[in-house]
């Protein structure tokens, strides 16, 4: 009642969701470099599963052979992870706090590029979702084939079930992403070194020779006929595919706090530890796809067609390799939905997003979030048919984006660091030199990715963030301009300010005891009270007012206001701007009685009009309303309930939320207080 | 602000999509029997676009030459049409003031009869609103080859656009719908007297004899050999898949009151010419697909494959057929947006839906109605991957549920009456004839349906519509123990009935103006005011009371209390427990400020806290709640607004909606009334 649907529809979740765990809670657990790892990379190392076949799609276009060209490829984007993991390891040394790329970009480059960084980020929580379920399904379909061309709506599962699973409420902690993430590792690595094994019995059978995209070796004039399609631009445009590789590596300069003491330490062991098998996965990944002739198609992932060349078909191993490499993707989606509100707060809190994201409190505000995210992430999907080399053009704009600005600001803040404190600029030397090298090889990713992959969806995203960027920009002036005008009346007279006295208006039609227990609080209220009836149709004007006449009511008098379209705020309307016409000096206390039953889910079986009142009336001049409400606790009304909602109680009593359990009093049987 | 978030997007929808039209200027304009036809029979001859290609798909899975069945199979579904829309004639005599299934089948076989009916119908409309924009889809991706592959897409576009149309209201005008009803119907006509002309002129070519079905004929031996996997069962199954042409027959005896005086010999003569036309158009659909050979296949469809060869090509005869069927299904879906909150409304006035759902005058109501039925629609497309034949299944068991329990309400109404008027029951003898034998070829219908589509998707109606009773009777149960127990209050005595005093608490944190304005109106109410500030920050609480100290308020006391988990309502709420637990026979009067600004879309941008706070503390004992407006109308700000959102405001002038366009008072500054 009286409240928004949303939140009903919520409140009946939380029946089937269970309670939300307290925000406070979050980091009570410390992490160590272990557990840290489970938590943060696995949005990292999962890019693994698909960056390698991003980049032989690419390649395919210049025939079989040009696969050759995937190692040299490959081995730019391992130098590019070394060097980008490099300069977040200065990130996490000067940002003990935790850094961003929101934060470091805002802090050091101004609010602006923070906004860019900010807008690109966002924009990426959508993709990584929608890639990851899109890959995270890829290897479920390519290990059981009767699934295949159920892509599209098995992703759809996957998006909602992470959704729900958050708006139940998840706790990052360590123990739960350890399974995944480390089984994941394990697998993969374990693949590379029987993989690696069986090559050196010359077990493998590459297309062409592995040398003959360097130009070493005999047959390497008649493989540059084979692959002659190989341009320049064709080499960036997989360079620019295998990027996707890179993505999620920021997350650790994000959480230092989350560490254990001492935790910049940690953080630097861990994002060392995570940048080592970044690349040794994605490297042992593109030789053995390589290696064994592995082609990217519909219908089979390369990761799925290694393991069972790897494997020699689909055995145990083959089956485990699938089901970690899904596991890890859904996990990595699941990094998002907590990333995406925490983000908006800090850009609410500057004030450039509806100031309401920052109330970490509200739940509505949260999993309107999840939500929003869960149906971008899904549209997504559909738009793109659910097929990840569709989507990753669109994912490495933005994460490309914040990497520049992000290491682009770690360059000014050393640089005004050694200012602040009279220092030789030399003495952050190595910092200087591994963010620039960051921030300038970054910022050329970001331009390859933007030219190449422009007529493949990149435009798409370089439309947004200017969007995104526009709306920050409109809020932020809203509330300057808004505090202005507000602020300028400080010493104002303003209408209704000396009223001289209080008429109450009560609207009712309900109930005879719901009226009689409103009418005694509208006593407290003001002496000078009416009653007002909408009537829907025609003749139940004179019957209530005959009844009313009846009863009496210590004298209260009512007014039945016609309504020939069964509409109930109307005329009201018109009423209560004809008492204020007549009585300009007078303050209307419009009055609304509401039930307030015992159990949520009921809620939106009352008080419709309330609502509508509540929803339309509130421009009215001269009126304030206030709501009176009725407590009912139906325990016969519950047995009713249970016969036919029993699912929905399965889990278990009821537990208040982190805002308080004595939010509703249930007496045993019918209590009305005010 | 403190409204329902979905109301602000409804009002900026209204920005966009302009003004509701008013339920009364619904029917202002009579139908005649031309334009009667035109607004009623756009669902009922659209199926024929499909009802063919239905019965192929089935038939083909014997072989191509079975599809020689597909004449016999079309006869019984013209004896079926023929039937039943006789039987909607009578239908017509006996309910001139509109007689759809939900109603018919309640007054005559009683309430229960009559939800079963009504739930078949609400399952209906989700699956009217999927199969024709899927189909209306087909016909265009059939023309235009470069689209095929998107069909889900285009399918999700069709029925958002659609939403779009109705959030923004529509009129069922005759001019509007005349254009692809007529257009369709011509298009139609015009292609099988031409095509049976080109037959005459033995152009034809059928894959076997015409007659090889019905045993005639040289030939039919060999004949039964191609087709020996044509068992009893398949023919059954054919015939269901064929009876989607009668979907939509019923809409003219729901509507009998649009139509010009004298309405019942209007609608008769309209239904008529309806079925009529829907056995003429299926028939020569059925022929002419059977005669030139067209067989169902994925990417065009069998109407645009008799298009093709009796127009010798794609030329603008082609696609005119093509372009009136697609505007003719779609016209169908939208039907199903009108009809879908009416029949809600007729339940929910019989207590078997939330009662909210009554209310016509609710915008909010009207439009949840509409995104539910969108995003079922849309589901639905998703899942069964935008394909109209894999739909199809789904949708006969609900038509032919509400048609059997409608007409055998007819039968019991006409013994009833014979009985009232003390009649020989045979003065009815026709009537009784005609709906008898309809009910009884409808259940017989709905039987085969059941039996011969049950895996094929039968199942999820026969599912979905138990689940939906249960909901009804949920809901009843509901309010009649709800009544029962809040009538036995009636002259109890409740807590809070006497409170002696009323005491003020008001939330501040807000600008000055603000707070300066809320106390003087606080003023009005009570003399006992308390302030109370909740610091979201440790050390604002401080700062807040040294200010507010400083500027004195009139000797109001302020409370601050500490939030350390950045919660506001959470403290609150402890607090209001604890001055209720002081003062348990005092009233307490929660005074919220809110800002309310000139335009609703920057309403978001306030009162995240307001919002938050009557959502949480409703359930507060001893608690009234009271919003203190603040009107800010912000000139400036409105520049910037249109600078940014200038695409928003293409739609001129903003104009209130019915319920009342004095709803927001715009003075030039900035205005501040109680």
């Not at 009946?12 to 009570?28: A, C, E, N, S, Y």
């Not at 070194?193 to 010359?202: K, P, Q, T, Y």
């Not at 963030?465 to 301009?481: G, N, S």
């Amino acid at each position: 009642m009286f409240g928004p649907t949303s939140v009903r529809v919520r409140r009946f979740k939380r029946l089937l969701f269970g309670p939300p765990k307290r925000t406070d809670q979050q980091h009570l657990e410390r992490l160590s470099v272990a557990s840290g790892l489970a938590v943060f990379s696995a949005d990292g190392l999962s890019s693994v599963a698909y960056a390698t076949e991003e980049i032989m799609w690419v390649l395919m276009a210049a025939g079989t052979a040009a696969a050759a060209y995937s190692l040299p490829v490959g081995l730019g984007i391992v130098a590019l992870v070394m060097i980008v993991a490099a300069s977040y390891t200065q990130t996490i040394h000067a940002y003990p706090s935790g850094g961003g790329s929101y934060i470091v970009s805002k802090d050091n480059l101004g609010i602006k590029a923070g906004l860019v960084a900010g807008a690109s980020l966002l924009v990426d929580y959508v993709l990584t979702v929608a890639v990851s379920a899109a890959a995270g399904v890829a290897a479920i379909t390519s290990a059981v084939p009767s699934l295949r061309g159920q892509e599209v709506v098995l992703s759809l599962i996957v998006i909602w079930l992470i959704a729900w699973v958050n708006l139940r409420g998840v706790r990052e902690s360590g123990a739960i992403f350890a399974v995944p993430t480390y089984g994941f590792i394990l697998s993969i690595l374990a693949m590379i070194v029987f993989g690696l094994i069986r090559a050196a019995a010359g077990d493998w059978h590459p297309a062409v020779s592995p040398w003959s995209a360097f130009g070493i070796g005999g047959g390497s004039q008649a493989f540059r006929q084979m692959a002659n399609g190989v341009t320049l631009f064709l080499l960036l445009r997989a360079f620019s595919s295998g990027c996707t590789a890179l993505t999620g590596l920021e997350a650790i300069s994000n959480g230092v706090q989350a560490f254990r003491a001492p935790e910049t330490r940690n953080a630097v062991r861990t994002m060392g530890l995570e940048r080592t098998l970044l690349y040794t996965m994605f490297a042992g990944i593109t030789i053995l796809a390589f290696g064994f002739g592995a082609v990217p198609k519909e219908g089979e992932t390369v990761v799925s067609q290694v393991a069972r060349e790897v494997f020699g078909g689909t055995g145990v191993f083959y089956y485990i390799v699938q089901a970690t490499t899904a596991m890890i993707l859904l996990l990595a989606a699941n990094t998002a939905y907590a990333d995406f509100p925490r983000l908006s707060g800090f850009i609410a809190r500057d004030g450039y997003l509806p100031r309401r994201l920052t109330n970490r409190g509200d739940t509505l505000v949260f999993n309107s979030g999840i939500l929003l995210l869960a149906g971008l992430a899904s549209a997504l999907i559909v738009l793109f048919r659910g097929s990840t080399h569709l989507l990753i053009p669109l994912y490495a704009v933005g994460v490309f984006a914040a990497f520049t600005l992000s290491q682009t600001g770690m360059v000014v803040h050393w640089v005004k660091q050694a200012r602040q404190r009279a220092e030789s600029i030399w003495r952050h030397g190595w910092s200087l030199f591994l963010n620039g090298l960051g921030a300038l090889l970054s910022g050329t990713v970001l331009v390859v990715i933007a030219v190449t992959k422009f007529t493949h969806g990149a435009w798409i995203v370089l439309v947004l963030i200017p969007l995104i960027l526009a709306y920050f920009t409109y809020v932020h002036r809203y509330y300057a301009r808004f505090r202005e005008s507000v602020e300028g009346l400080l010493h104002e007279h303003l209408p209704m300010d000396d009223a001289k006295a209080v008429k109450v208006v009560m609207t009712i039609g309900g109930l005879s005891p719901v009226i009689d227990h409103s009418l005694r609080v509208a006593r407290r209220i003001s002496k000078d009270i009416t009653a007002v009836y909408v009537a829907a149709e025609p003749d139940l004007g004179e019957k209530y007012q005959k009844k009313w006449d009846l009863r009496r009511h210590g004298g209260v008098p009512l007014v039945v206001l016609p309504s020939p379209y069964r509409d109930v705020v109307g005329p009201l309307q018109t009423y209560l701007g004809q008492v204020h016409r007549e009585h300009p000096e007078t303050l209307i206390n419009l009055l609304i009685p509401a039930v307030v039953t015992s159990e949520p889910f009921d809620d939106y079986l009352h008080n419709g009009t309330v609502d509508q009142m509540l929803r339309e009336l509130r421009y009215a001049e001269g009126v304030v309303i206030t709501v009176i409400p009725f407590f009912v606790n139906m325990s016969s009304a519950r047995n009713c309930r249970i016969t036919h909602f029993r699912f929905v109680l399965l889990q278990g009593k009821r537990t208040g939320s982190n805002v308080g359990s004595q939010k509703r009093s249930r007496t045993p049987d019918l209590q009305a207080g005010v």
